[in-house]
């Protein structure tokens, strides 16, 4: 069974600073990988999907990377903002629903707090 | 981009009483849904993957007589929570997806159900 670990559980920095949160999956058989973010009380929002062909794809202050075959992936956040602050979900789609769509597997998140 | 729609965001019920959610694509079909729970400050938990005219599969452990699911159309799934009780309340959250995954999964709002 597919597991999703996020490394760090929590961060809080200050304004300004680069920022790097990890995700590993045990099994490299994904589909893709995608990053949300979640605002307390809210639903999740997509920042960056990545095929399982693909290395990384940027959008904006954002960077993500993809090892499939050492199953990490890293999200890089360049000058963080107050705004940043929120959960980071990382989920893998494991194809493991034959031709139907591939269910999503979740890490518990890092949760982010950037201070002024 | 791809928008899911959920209603309510929020709703309070007595105990003992039902509770529909609904859940639409907007602007894409949406062969497959998903509905997930999730408590306070962990991961989402997937309850049951939803396939357009047939029925939900339900992960191991959800009651799926008390969590009816209905996707009756390629845009519209339905969450019910029968008899609802104290421990239902919860955050609940779907999610669609089409064309195989390729582009992801999108995200509706979320749905807190009291239960009082």
């Known amino acids: 069974k597919q597991e999703v670990t996020q490394i760090p559980a929590a961060l809080s920095v200050p304004e300004g600073e680069n920022l790097v949160l990890n995700c590993s999956f045990t099994?490299?058989?994904?589909?893709?990988l995608q990053w949300f973010r979640q605002d307390p009380g809210k639903g999740l929002t997509s920042l960056l999907l990545?095929?399982?062909?693909?290395r990384e794809q940027t959008s904006g202050r954002l960077n993500a990377s993809l090892d499939k075959s050492s199953g990490r992936s890293t999200l890089y956040i360049a000058a963080s903002q107050p705004g940043d602050s929120a959960t980071y979900l990382c989920?893998?789609?494991?194809?493991?629903?034959?031709?139907?769509?591939?269910?999503?597997?979740f890490g518990r998140g890092t949760q982010l707090t950037v201070w002024p | 981009g791809a928008v899911v729609s959920q209603h309510p965001s929020w709703v309070i019920c007595k105990s003992g009483t039902s509770v529909k959610i609904e859940c639409r694509s907007l602007?894409?079909?949406?062969?497959?849904m998903f509905w997930y729970r999730q408590f306070p400050k962990q991961s989402l938990m997937l309850m049951a993957t939803?396939?357009?005219?047939?029925?939900?599969?339900?992960e191991q452990g959800v009651e799926k007589d008390k969590f009816l699911i209905n996707h009756a159309s390629l845009t519209l799934s339905t969450l019910t929570v029968t008899s609802a009780h104290p421990e239902d309340s919860s955050f609940y959250i779907c999610?669609?997806?089409?064309?195989?995954?390729?582009?992801?999964?999108?995200f509706g709002s979320g749905t807190r159900l009291t239960v009082v």
């Open positions: 999610s669609a997806g089409g064309t195989g995954g390729i582009y992801g999964y999108t």
């Open positions: 099994d490299s058989a994904i589909y893709n």
């Open positions: 990545i095929q399982s062909s693909q």
């Open positions: 989920a893998v789609v494991s194809d493991d629903r034959g031709s139907t769509l591939g269910r999503l597997y």
């Open positions: 602007d894409f079909q949406a062969t497959t």
């Open positions: 939803s396939n357009e005219g047939s029925k939900a599969t339900y």
